[in-house]
C-alpha cells in the first residue's frame, strides 16, 4: 500500500510514474466503487483504495474515501 499523506490541502505521495509527488489538491471524484481521481494542481492521478491508504487510513469503497479527504 501507498500512503497519501493529506495536510492543508496538499497531498504528498510516491508516484512510480511521476516520481514524489507534493501538490495542491484542486478536486478529488468518485470514478467507480473502488477509483477515484485526485486532481491536483500539476496533474490528475487515478487512485484505486485497494492500493493507497489516506493518512494511514484504508477504505474498502472510493466514496468513503471522498467523503474522508472532504473531512480533513
Do not use: K, W
Amino acid at each position: 500500500m501507498i500512503d497519501i499523506q493529506i495536510q492543508n490541502g496538499r497531498a504528498s505521495f510516491p508516484s512510480s510514474v511521476l516520481g514524489q509527488i507534493d501538490d495542491e489538491i484542486l478536486l478529488f471524484e468518485v470514478i467507480d466503487e473502488t477509483m477515484l481521481h485526485l486532481h491536483l494542481s500539476q496533474s490528475v492521478v487515478l487512485i484505486s483504495v485497494q492500493q493507497y491508504t489516506f493518512n494511514g487510513e484504508q477504505f474498502d469503497t472510493a466514496q468513503e474515501a471522498v467523503d474522508h479527504i472532504s473531512n480533513l
